[in-house]
C-alpha cells in the first residue's frame, strides 16, 4: 500500500482496480466540484473506445498515486451504470434594447446549436468522437 492522495490528484489514465485488486480500467474523468472540495465519482474507462462505466464516491474504497482502488469485487464492478454526460445549454442574453443584439444573439444561438454543440436537455452517452478524443487524452496522461 503507498500513500493516499485526495481525490484532486486523480488524472485520466490512472488505474482503476477491484477490491481483490484486479484491474478494472482507467480514469476517464473525475467528477465533482474541486472549488467546494465535493468529489462525486469517476468515468471509468473499461475499453478503448467502449462507452465508460461510473464508480459514485462511495464506492471508491481508496485513492494512491496513480491508482483508485474500488470497495467493489470485479463482478460488482462490471456492472456498474454508463457514465452519461450532463446536459447541456446554452444562454445567450441581448445587451441592448435596438434589436441588433437579438439578431446577433439568434444568429449565435443557430451557429451554436448546428456547428458547435447541439445543445441537449437531458444526459447522454459519450459520442465517438468524444470517447476518441478520452482515448488519447489517456494515453497522454
Known sequence: MGNSV??????P???VLSAE???????????????TDIFDG??????????????TSDQIASIEQGTVRLSLDREQAEQ????????TSVEIEPDDRNGFADRVA???RKIKGEIVEPTQGHE????IWTRIAHFFRRLRS
Open 21 to 35: 485488486g484486479s484491474e478494472i480500467g482507467k480514469v476517464d474523468e473525475v467528477t465533482g466540484d474541486d472549488t
Open 13 to 15: 489514465g490512472w488505474k
Open 80 to 87: 456498474l451504470s454508463q457514465y452519461l454526460q450532463p446536459a
Open 106 to 108: 439568434a444568429d449565435a
Open 124 to 127: 447522454h452517452p459519450f459520442n
Open 42 to 55: 469517476l468515468s471509468i474507462a473499461v475499453s478503448a473506445l467502449g462507452q465508460p462505466r461510473y464508480a
Open 6 to 11: 485526495s481525490w484532486l490528484a486523480i488524472r
